[in-house]
């Protein structure tokens, strides 16, 4: 089974709000998928439904070739899925919450001992365990609805904003955990996320869902090669005074244009700060580079940029 | 069709212990019953041996404390935002729902059971009709169970706690009193007379009082098994519907 | 929507058989219970069978109720009830009475002159 999950024409209504608008989605085996997209697009709504939490409206969602709405038992065995806001029963303790969810999922015994102690492990809980949840950090408690997910090894992940209020060395942890599920294999994750980032650092495929439907998808680096600094050239020059830098530049084969980004004075030469944009997002670099050679102009950096993903976020959900 | 029945059951029965709540219910209503026995039933100038004061303070006693019990059954789940954790684990709709009423009901009986001094005082100071008092006890965890369906409906049905309260307060002061004048006032005027006496017979102070004279009839215990049934059975398609929102 | 329609289908169909239920309940499991009492209150002992088979003659009981009066106590309509199930011979007497040939009258005579209503 490499269709993991497929859904064909998933609708959800709220009266007269289209939430979700006929969305075909399918991944596949061994993808780590970007869910993107401005709030209220859809991204929690659409994985309530493969979840099985809300009924959609029309359309179906199938999860290791079992349809939600027919077969939910099903479905829930093989999901493995972190809530908005990872709600939990707060006045439990993680312990003992892990051993309900273990429970539920069919572990006992020792096969249960093994898969809470290993959840543990990977969501580092162990300085916490035996305090209530309530007590807990915002950071501690998505990790514990992190290991609630990942307690059964289960074929699909689902993830709704899974580094959420964490700080920049828990949104690491959280990052590499993912990526080591991804690679033991077999396994299809979904996880949605404003951070663009996150996209880059650990999905293999982006989509960008605006207003219910799919606008965009892709790989995050064909993602990224849309934005229009995809390949462009960041420079800081000191050229003789006088010299026209922008014109000569916007000059060159495959120069779109030049971007001021402000002169400072001072000293012998100003510094000229500007970005040379590409057309198509084709290199330009050698080009750029050869031309500030020939004609001697003083280099503070040159830098190529891939692109910026809130760039193309923006360009393609029209914000 | 239960998958799961055994985890929530003893997730939410080892609930009730973790929070002061259910010790602070507990001490209220052994208090309560024994305030109704001993001063407002005045059972030591009665001089009789019998349990009749301590059981007719039960229904009232239930009245108030069991929408107490039964109004975080799933009014919680859904303000906390659990139910989307609860919803999306395999556990059958049925094993959750049947779960946390058993659960409930576990806890009441408990609380039931610890009145058992009263029963030890009554022996050593009469001789009392055991059968009588334990047809008693059995009437009074039957009719629990149906005032805990009730305010599982009433708790699945709204996001508030203090809703829940009050409609199961309502429903179950109802259903009480289903017998009697203010209730039956209220549908003499239009209902037919046929219909009328029929919801008499849905009370559940009749009920548990027949119960409690030391018989136990089929049919009281197929009253109260319904009202369990379809209360349970209410609240299961309640939960469903409201997974459209 | 359909799926509200099918909520409140079900929702109904459950009020109908709880009201089935018990009415059903009621006439058909008239006679089943046990009695519990320690003294066997609700069954006939074998001193009164025996006393009851030594009379020859048939005995007949009349049972008068008025259910106008008793309009607020439901308790004692039940109590009733239970008295004309025991005529009857669906109790813990069996059918022990009915061979006494009991007649019974549930409804108040017409020469009582009680206020009606």
């Known amino acids: 089974m490499s269709e993991m999950i497929v859904t064909a024409g998933l609708t959800k209504r709220f009266g007269s709000i289209t939430a979700v608008d006929r969305l075909d989605l399918t991944v596949q085996t061994g993808e780590v998928l970007g869910f993107l997209g401005p709030n209220g697009a859809g991204k929690s709504t659409t994985m309530k439904m493969v979840t099985g939490f809300l009924s959609p409206t029309s359309g179906t969602a199938r999860v290791c070739g079992h349809e939600v709405v027919a077969e939910p038992l099903k479905v829930k065995e093989r999901i493995g899925y972190l809530p908005e806001g990872a709600p939990l029963y707060s006045d439990m303790t993680p312990r003992a919450f892990l051993g309900f969810i273990a429970e539920v999922r069919g572990l006992s015994g020792t096969a249960k001992r093994k898969a809470v102690d290993r959840a543990i492990e990977q969501t580092q809980l162990e300085g916490v365990l035996h305090q209530p949840i309530e007590t807990l950090s915002k950071g501690f408690k998505r990790r514990v609805g992190l290991a609630q997910a990942i307690l059964h090894d289960p074929s699909v992940l689902i993830l709704d904003e899974p580094t959420d209020g964490l700080d920049p060395n828990q949104k690491h942890q959280v990052r590499r955990l993912i990526r080591e599920m991804a690679a033991a294999g077999g396994k299809s994750i979904v996880l949605s996320t404003h951070i663009l980032e996150e996209v880059d650092a650990v999905c293999t495929r982006a989509v960008i869902i605006a207003k219910g439907r799919v606008v965009s998808d892709g790989t995050p680096a064909s993602l990224v090669a849309k934005s229009k600094y995809h390949n462009s050239v960041s420079l800081g020059l000191r050229p003789p005074a006088g010299t026209m830098v922008f014109d000569e530049l916007a000059r060159l084969a495959g120069v779109a244009a030049v971007e001021d980004n402000g002169t400072i004075e001072g000293g012998e030469r100003p510094l000229v700060r500007c970005t040379v944009m590409a057309v198509g997002g084709r290199p330009i670099q050698e080009a750029v580079a050869k031309h500030i050679g020939q004609r001697g102009w003083g280099v503070e950096w040159m830098h190529t940029q891939a692109g910026r993903l809130d760039d193309v976020f923006r360009q393609i959900t029209g914000g | ?245 | 929507m359909s799926k509200r329609l099918l909520g409140a289908g079900t929702l109904a169909a459950l009020l109908v058989l709880f009201f089935a239920i018990n009415i059903l309940s009621n006439t058909a499991l008239r006679g089943a219970r046990i009695d519990l009492t320690q003294d066997k209150l609700y069954t006939l002992s074998e001193g009164a069978r025996a006393i009851a088979r030594g009379i020859d003659e048939p005995i007949s009981l009349t049972f008068y109720f008025s259910r106008s009066l008793a309009v607020d106590r439901p308790d004692l309509r039940g109590r009733a009830a239970r008295v004309q199930e025991a005529l009857e011979g669906r109790s813990g007497f069996g059918s022990f009475i009915p061979s006494l040939s009991a007649r019974r009258r549930s409804r108040p005579p017409r020469r009582a002159s009680r206020a009606s209503p």
């Open chain 2, 1 to 245: 069709m239960l998958r799961g029945l055994r985890a929530v059951f003893l997730r939410e029965l080892t609930g009730y212990f973790i929070t002061p709540v259910a010790y602070v219910f507990i001490v209220i209503f052994l208090v309560m019953a024994g305030v109704f026995t001993f001063q407002l039933g005045r059972w030591f100038q009665a001089e009789q041996a019998d349990l009749r004061a301590f059981f007719d303070a039960h229904p009232w006693l239930y009245l108030f404390l069991i929408p107490a019990l039964s109004m975080r059954l799933w009014a919680e789940e859904r303000k906390s935002g659990t139910i989307e954790l609860l919803l999306t684990l395999p556990v059958s709709r049925s094993a959750a729902v049947i779960g946390k009423f058993l659960a409930a009901w576990a806890f009441a009986v408990l609380a039931l059971t610890l009145t058992f001094p009263v029963w030890i005082t009554v022996n050593y100071l009469g001789n009392p009709d055991n059968g009588v008092i334990l047809a008693s006890y059995l009437g009074s965890a039957l009719m629990a169970g149906g005032f805990l369906a009730v305010g599982s409906l009433m708790s699945a049905i709204t996001n508030s706690q203090v809703i829940a309260f009050i409609l199961s307060l309502v429903a179950c002061f109802a259903f009480l009193l289903a017998g009697y004048s203010p209730v039956l006032e209220f549908f003499q005027g239009w209902a037919p007379q046929g219909i009328v006496d029929a919801i008499a017979g849905f009370s559940f102070l009749t009920h548990f009082q027949t119960i409690s004279r030391g018989e136990l009839a089929a049919r009281d215990l197929v009253f109260f098994g319904s009202v369990i049934g379809v209360f349970l059975g209410a609240t299961g398609v309640v939960i469903e519907m409201k997974k459209g929102q």
